[in-house]
């Protein structure tokens, strides 16, 4: 019965992240209440908070979805060698499947996100740098001018971001190989800004939360 009570609660769990998932894609981070995601999937708030004790909770173990997704991509990547075809196969692999783009709107609010004090999603947005920064170092590895790698993670986000607003097709990993082949051939490429160079989650300037 214990076993069947924890395989309930973790289908319950799943659920109400999807819910919250899809809402967020939808509708934007900060137009999504907890009310919102237990109506969508006909649940009470009560039951919703009896899972998750505050939204940003529920934030956060979606943001933990996210992580794994990444670090899934990025475990490998770390172990590639440096041949002349490295860049090519780490960004084939990275932008494998359309997973990553489901992710776009949560990180891209929580990064735009204004801290104020006392602020709770402060700590997610600390993360999200953190992460973004892990992909930065990971890349920087792999090309031939390692001051390019913000200038390349700017252009994933790019390129994820389109592909989530429906801008570009599916299947981004075909665009691996011309990708590699720009940032191979660098010196086509304008200097990286400082801002690239040395932490490529300076921006985007934050914005202020709508109600």
Known sequence: MARHTREDAAVTRARILASAQQLIRHRGLHCVTVDDVARAIGMTRGAVYGHFRSRAELLG?????????????????????????????????????????????????????????????????????????????????????????????????????????????????????????????HAALPAAPASCRSHATSGPAPMRDTP
């Open 61 to 185: 173990a979606l943001l933990s979805c996210a992580e794994a997704d990444f670090a899934a991509r990025l475990a490998p990547l770390a172990q590639a060698g440096a041949g002349p075809d490295a860049l090519a196969q780490a960004l084939q692999a990275f932008l494998h499947g359309d997973e990553l783009a489901r992710h776009v709107s949560l990180i891209a609010a929580l990064l735009q996100h204004k801290c104020g004090e006392a602020c709770e999603l402060c700590p997610l947005r600390e993360r999200v740098l953190r992460g973004v920064e892990s992909l930065r170092v990971t890349f920087a590895m792999l090309l031939p001018s390692p001051d390019l790698a913000g200038l390349l993670v700017a252009h994933l986000w790019g390129l994820l971001g389109a592909h989530a607003m429906h801008l570009a097709p599916a299947g981004l990993s075909g665009s691996a190989a011309a990708l590699a082949r720009l940032y191979q051939d």
